[in-house]
């Protein structure tokens, strides 16, 4: 059973370019929600989708976009990049309330941005 | 608005001694609460959640934490630590649709 997975690992790009980062979610969940985790702080909520619509979003602007497709897979885009946004973007997968419902999140690795 | 508070950024313990990390959250609803742990360019990892019922959780790796409605804590505990412990520890609340407030995390050293 394949977990969160994303892609790329890891990537640099200089400052005002646009990144796509990319999530495939565990086996069965329906629901992918999008992190920021700086160095040395906790992950911080961007977005979250299901049913490819942007369900709850976090404290971030607009430069911060997404996308849920029918498998359930999502992308994460970031436009004009700060030196700011270098982070971790970490991807997790749910499923939506209702039967089997825990509330627990799974993580994927992640992606390291690095804004130079 | 949930928050969730981890006292101390940064906790030494010695190998075969006890572990504990502390977390107090706020939350305006009964609250669904989780520790993480994360390893060095890995990912977070669930150790243990509370939802309902029983206030004592157990989890992966000899963790367990205790949820505490009248302190509004959810400790961390660990009774001999192991030097593979060594990693980041976050705590984090949940009020529902599957969203997270983390906490900015608790490192935990381990000496030989």
């Known amino acids: 059973d394949a977990g969160v997975t994303q892609s790329p690992t890891h990537l640099i790009k200089t400052r005002g370019q646009q990144v796509t980062l990319r999530c495939s979610p565990k086996?069965?969940?329906?629901?992918v929600s999008w992190y920021q985790q700086a160095l040395g702080q906790g992950p911080q909520f961007i977005f979250q989708?299901?049913?490819?619509?942007?369900?709850q979003r976090g404290n971030f602007p607009d430069r911060f976009s997404g996308h849920q497709f029918p498998n359930y897979s999502s992308e994460l885009n970031v436009n004009a990049l700060l030196l700011g946004d270098s982070a971790l973007y970490l991807c997790?997968?749910?499923?939506?309330?209702?039967?089997?419902?825990?509330?627990?999140?799974?993580f994927g690795e992640g992606s390291r941005l690095t804004v130079l | 608005a949930q928050s969730v508070t981890q006292l101390g950024s940064h906790v030494s313990v010695s190998e075969g001694a006890l572990v504990l990390l502390r977390c107090n959250y706020s939350?305006?609803?009964?609250?669904?609460l989780f520790w993480y742990v994360q390893y060095p360019n890995q990912g977070l990892q669930l150790l243990l959640k509370?939802?309902?019922?029983?206030?004592l959780v157990k989890g992966i790796n000899g963790f367990e934490a205790e949820f505490k409605k009248s302190e509004t804590s959810f400790h961390l505990t660990k009774p001999s630590a192991h030097m593979s412990d060594a990693a980041e520890y976050f705590c984090a609340v949940s009020e529902g649709y599957s969203t997270l407030t983390f906490g900015k995390g608790t490192m935990l050293l381990v000496s030989p």
């Open positions: 939350s305006s609803v009964p609250p669904y």
């Open positions: 997790a997968s749910s499923l939506a309330r209702g039967a089997g419902y825990t509330g627990e999140l799974f």
């Open positions: 086996s069965g969940h329906d629901t």
């Open positions: 509370y939802t309902t019922g029983a206030t």
């Open positions: 989708y299901y049913e490819e619509e942007e369900r």
